[in-house]
């Protein structure tokens, strides 16, 4: 272990020095604080002794500088010193000294500090160390609580912190932002005819479609089993539904082949779309948001999947009968061909 | 000379570098002892016996040291012992010829 041994006088510093090298320790010696100081910042050096007296900036001067300038690791700081007063004992101690040795010191005496020196150091050590490994543990699990593993991306919890964040900052009058449901229409068929390692790799494909549609700024999150949720910043209602209209034609672009099948088929969702501000949302919460646009992926499905229904398609009254009469009224106005029925 | 082999461990060579630093670091700490008498500056005159003190204790010149720590005890009481310094004066000349003496024995040994 370094041991750094401050004395202006150099047969005291050489003295003391020595005696610590044969003690089985590291030595560095400086004759002034400043130096001293400009050595514990650039090298971990654990342990200092230090005389009291020295022209210029004295050890209790040096010991308040190493205890109020934040080292990466414990220094021990011991005085060696022929001040023996009660009030210097004090003094010493306050000003952040851990251990003092009378000069003119007594080897045995030295060594036996020094080894003090080293259990605490060392325990300090043990310590940092046990506390790094646990906050970067926590951090890791924290960030696991977040993500959906089969999917990779941000799971119900994350969406929850995200959406209320971008919510609050749009209720403050700062912005406007979307939300965007996604089903994956038939999901149970592929889940029974591939089986649900099956069905697991399609959801992982569609979340990296999905991704190819989003900006960097929007963020997608499994909502629920083959739900996935986007939350798209500093967009109104029509800038919403372009993004989930360019989300809906990657996943529809995508070619699917599976592992135990040579078929390829391709997948489609289908997305409700809703925005802030807008259509009187009450302050409080984004759950009148998500609610109307999870209504509106409701009425995709209802009429005929694989499309984009934005909130102002809805019908005033928003039961499910209201939005059934709403998508087939819809459906009917559109010029029948063979395959509408 | 008991003080000196105890933080020697017995070495005589270290023994000969550590004589050899206190007798090449003596004559400026006199020198700056004198200036301060000659000043009157009785917070240097203070200083300097702490500092003489401490290096003379180190190598086991018992006698010097307690000098000087009446010198620094009176200095810092705010008396001008001119005596007293020049005792000390007088006991560091005694001190390093002693040492001078010591060291050629060591290296005639």
């Known amino acids: ?341 | 000379m008991d003080r000196l082999r105890k933080i020697s461990f017995d070495d005589t060579e270290f023994m000969q570098e550590l004589v050899a630093i206190y007798l090449d670091d003596a004559p400026q700490q006199l020198r700056e002892l004198q200036a301060a008498a000659e000043a009157q500056d009785l917070s240097a005159i203070a200083d300097k016996a702490h500092r003489i003190k401490g290096g003379a204790a180190n190598v086991g010149a018992e006698s010097l040291a307690a000098l000087c720590a009446e010198l620094e005890r009176s200095a810092r009481r705010g008396e001008n012992q001119v005596d007293l310094e020049k005792r000390v004066e007088e006991e560091m000349a005694r001190v390093s010829a002693r040492f001078s003496e010591i060291v050629r024995e060591l290296a005639g040994s």
């Open chain 1, 1 to 341: 272990m370094r041991v750094l041994v401050v004395d202006d006088d150099p047969s005291a510093a050489r003295s003391v020095s020595e005696t610590v090298r044969r003690f089985g320790f590291e030595v560095d010696v400086r004759f002034d604080a400043p130096a001293a100081w400009s050595l514990l910042e650039s090298d971990a050096v654990p342990i200092v002794l230090t005389d009291w007296n020295m022209p210029g900036e004295d050890g209790v001067s040096l010991c308040r500088r190493i205890r109020s300038n934040q080292l990466a690791y414990y220094t021990y700081v011991i005085f060696v010193t022929s001040r023996s007063q009660h009030e210097d004992l004090v003094q010493a101690l306050s000003a952040g000294a851990d251990d003092l040795i009378a000069k003119p010191f007594d080897p045995e005496e030295l060594r036996a500090r020094l080894l003090v020196a080293e259990r605490i150091v060392q325990l300090e050590a043990r310590l940092r160390r046990a506390a790094d490994e646990l906050r970067r543990r926590n951090e890791d699990l924290d960030q696991r609580s977040r993500v959906d593993p089969l999917m990779g991306i941000g799971n119900r919890a994350a969406f929850d912190s995200k959406v209320r964040e971008i919510h609050d900052w749009a209720a403050s009058g700062r912005a406007s932002y979307g939300v965007v449901m996604c089903d994956v229409d038939h999901f149970k068929c592929y889940n029974d005819t591939f089986g649900h390692r099956g069905g697991d790799e399609i959801l992982r494909r569609i979340a990296d479609a999905v991704q190819l549609g989003i900006r960097s700024t929007d963020s997608q999150f499994r909502y629920g089993g083959e739900e996935i949720v986007i939350v798209i910043p500093d967009l109104d209602l029509p800038g919403a539904k372009r993004v989930a209209e360019r989300v809906r034609r990657q996943v529809e672009s995508v070619e699917f082949v599976l592992e135990n099948s040579d078929v390829p088929f391709r997948v489609t969702i289908s997305c409700g779309v809703a925005a802030y501000p807008g259509e009187g949302y009450a302050t409080g919460g984004p759950e009148p948001v998500i609610e109307r646009a999870d209504q509106a992926l409701y009425m995709a499905k209802r009429k005929g999947r694989n499309r984009v229904v934005t909130s102002d398609e809805l019908p005033a009254s928003t039961s499910r009968e209201e939005i059934d009469r709403a998508a087939r009224a819809s459906l009917a106005a559109l010029p029948m061909s063979g395959s509408i029925r």
